[in-house]
């Protein structure tokens, strides 16, 4: 059985910084691309940051500078250093691992940015 378990989300205050987890389980995971995505009520999910298998990281213009995403294949872990946080990035933030037509999600973290 396949499972992803973010972790990490809170209430922090403009400026401020994060760190989430994602712990996968029941993959192969060092063959797998990797992504954190991001939704607000009434608006579709969008990509936050990805990773492939080979560890070629790419951004959305709105986080780049300021998010850095990871992965640990000996913890089967992916990772999103969240830095000097916004109000605009409050979200739901989920992680997702993909290959070829295989695509898994996890259950998502809140993360609040308000003063």
């Known amino acids: 059985q396949v499972q992803l378990v973010e972790s990490g989300g809170g209430l922090v205050q403009p400026g401020e910084s994060l760190r989430l987890s994602c712990a996968a389980s029941?993959?192969?995971?060092?063959?797998?691309?990797l992504g954190w995505y991001r939704q607000t009520p009434g608006k579709q999910r969008e990509l936050v940051a990805a990773i492939t298998s080979g560890g070629t990281a790419n951004y959305a213009d709105s986080v780049k500078g300021r998010f850095t995403i990871s992965r640990d294949n000996v913890k089967n872990t992916v990772y999103l250093q969240m830095n000097s946080l916004k109000p605009e990035d409050t979200a739901v933030y989920y992680c997702?691992?993909?290959?070829?037509?295989?695509?898994?999600w996890g259950q998502g973290t809140q993360v609040t940015v308000s003063s």
């Open positions: 997702n691992a993909n290959r070829t037509n295989l695509r898994f």
């Open positions: 029941g993959i192969i995971f060092r063959l797998y691309a």
